[in-house]
């Protein structure tokens, strides 16, 4: 599967971005899509994840601030990121694998990142 991340940019604290990932779809279902983040210098960090019902995931650095979505016609996934602050900032990358994976950075296919920089 191929995955494009999108939207990222420069914001100030307290703003609001969202990201977009264009896949290729998925003939044979998935189990999770999602986003994970790395920020220079840093290890991997899941941040929210959708499963193909419907439900989602966030881990706790991003609950309440982030919501993911998918718009399934249109075989794309959405980071909507609200309240950003300045520790949010790293490149996103929007990935497939199960939820739990996703959420601790692991992921099976992931897309080019897209970055996000929050100013304080």
């Known amino acids: 599967v191929q995955l494009q991340a999108s939207g990222g940019g420069l914001v100030q604290a307290g703003g609001s971005l969202r990201l977009s990932c264009r896949h290729s779809?998925?003939?044979?279902?998935?189990?999770?899509l999602g986003w994970f983040r790395q920020a220079l210098g840093k290890s991997r960090e899941g941040v929210a994840c959708?499963?193909?019902?419907?439900?989602?995931r966030y881990r706790d650095p991003v609950k309440g601030r982030f919501t993911v979505s998918e718009d399934i016609p249109k075989n794309t996934l959405y980071l909507q990121m609200d309240n950003l602050k300045p520790e949010d900032t790293a490149k996103y990358y929007c990935?497939?694998?199960?939820?739990?994976?996703?959420?601790?950075?692991?992921?099976?296919?992931w897309g080019q990142g897209t970055q996000v920089t929050v100013s304080s």
């Open positions: 990935a497939t694998a199960s939820c739990s994976l996703i959420l601790l950075g692991v992921a099976e296919s």
């Open positions: 959708i499963t193909s019902d419907g439900s989602t």
């Open positions: 779809g998925f003939p044979t279902g998935y189990s999770g």
